[in-house]
């Protein structure tokens, strides 16, 4: 079968792999969809901490079940499942304390140490397979992952019925958020991207108050601003919209030595709360049913799927911000264009 492999740092290449057999408590998957992300970009790169070359990339999945090796009970062959890639080593003090996902030896599928899905089929540790609906687009569930992120990303901010949040970036993410924060209880949501494409998907998904810049907002102040860029300039202009009391939360993943400034004194006289939110931590599952009980507006989410041969092309254009999700469908015959 085949796989793309990062062979080493800035390099890959689609390359013919041998078939794989689900060993204990393994399950073996056929790729349906798996998203690109900013994480892929790093790990080709070279740029994410920890990553053995070479890997099979790709953490954000979907698909259907071929085989499950012995011990694994809760899915069956012909199951349509989503995958979570986290793993975890379950004895650092982190894990101990139950703060898995901040493992000092967190293993990603795709990402880190264990191959990913950007292949025909994969195998995926039976506790990290969920068990999808036969009617739940098998395609669009390759969302589910990034979902369990915001989800976590919720779990952590101070939440109150009736508060305004303000995101940066309607990228995938910012639009998670962004659609989450209604059943978060909040009485409005605005959301800020600096290209026009990225504002037409969040109107398109169903987000009222979208702009180019917060300036254009109707509010000076929000009690939650969440960055979904990763980009100093946009933190640098999201945190002192916080009003007094409220949260900002580092969503977005910025480069390792960046630096952002902000003003201490506000964050003491304000009682400015700055919190960040890494992967998913116990979310995947409510993700599912999140996912599945119509919390997000996918199809608007979606806009190219490409073949494994295409897969360059697809990063190429995820490098240059063009399309919104773009995924491979590993066992596809051909590109699309969805939107
Ligand atoms: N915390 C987590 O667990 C987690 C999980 C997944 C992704 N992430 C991170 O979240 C971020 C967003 O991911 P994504 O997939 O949506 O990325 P993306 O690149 O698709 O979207 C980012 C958006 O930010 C916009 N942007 C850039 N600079 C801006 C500015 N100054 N003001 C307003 N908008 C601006 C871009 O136009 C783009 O649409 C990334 O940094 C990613 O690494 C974090
Ligand atoms: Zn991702
Ligand atoms: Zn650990």
Redesign the pocket.
Known sequence: MRAIVFTEAGKLSLNEVPALVPGHKEVLIEVAAVGI???DVHVLDGEFEGTVFPLVPGHEASGTVLAVGDGVNHVVPGDHVAVNPSTTCGECELCLAGKTNLCRNWNGLGVVASDGASTEQFTAPAANVYKLKPETDLYEAALIE?LA?AI??YDILPRKMGEHYLV???????LLMAQLAPRAGAASVTI????EN?RQAARDVGIANVYASADEADRDVWDVVID????V??IE?GLPRVKAGGTFQH???APVEAKAGYSPFRVYRDEINIVG???VLNSFGRAVEMFEAGAINSTPMISHSFTLDEYEEALAMFRA?TGRKLQIRPNDSKSRVLL
């Open positions: 992300c900013g994480t990034p992120c976590r990303g940066y970036g309607a990228g995938t993410m910012g800020v991207d600096l290209n990225r979904c860029t990763g980009v300039k946009a202009d969503f977005g993943v939110t890494m992967a911000g």
